[in-house]
């Protein structure tokens, strides 16, 4: 059992730049992919950016250059730095632990078992 906590969300302008954290607590996850999903109000959970248990990093291509996901397992930690945001980027931001990822499915959110309360965040034009 893996419990994850996201944080670092909250209220920023456009255009400034923002890290999140995700720590899992009470057991190690190096050996999980993680991943960072977002959902906005009205939408679905959708798929942002992932690493893998050994640092190969997978992206959404709409996203690729402003948004950059590590992992420090020593910290037990993974972070997602998020650059130029806009109002767009404004949603819930959650992150997902897979202990395997299966050929084809690491986009998708079901494919993650473990999963944090999320950490809001909003940008104001």
């Known amino acids: 059992q893996v419990r994850l906590v996201e944080s670092g969300g909250g209220l920023v302008q456009a255009g400034t730049s923002l890290t999140l954290s995700c720590t899992a607590r009470g057991s190690t996850f190096d050996r999980y992919a993680v991943a960072w999903f977002r959902q906005a109000l009205g939408n679905e959970r959708d798929f942002v950016t992932g690493i893998t248990s050994t640092g190969e990093i997978y992206s959404a291509d709409s996203l690729k250059g402003r948004f950059t996901i590590s992992r420090d397992n020593g910290k037990n930690t993974v972070y997602l730095q998020m650059d130029s945001l806009q109002p767009d980027d404004t949603a819930i931001y959650y992150c997902?632990?897979?202990?395997?990822?299966?050929?084809?499915?690491?986009?998708?959110?079901?494919?993650?078992?473990?999963w944090g309360q999320g950490t809001p965040l909003t940008v104001s034009s």
């Open positions: 997902g632990a897979a202990p395997v990822l299966r050929p084809g499915r690491r986009y998708r959110s079901d494919e993650y078992l473990y």
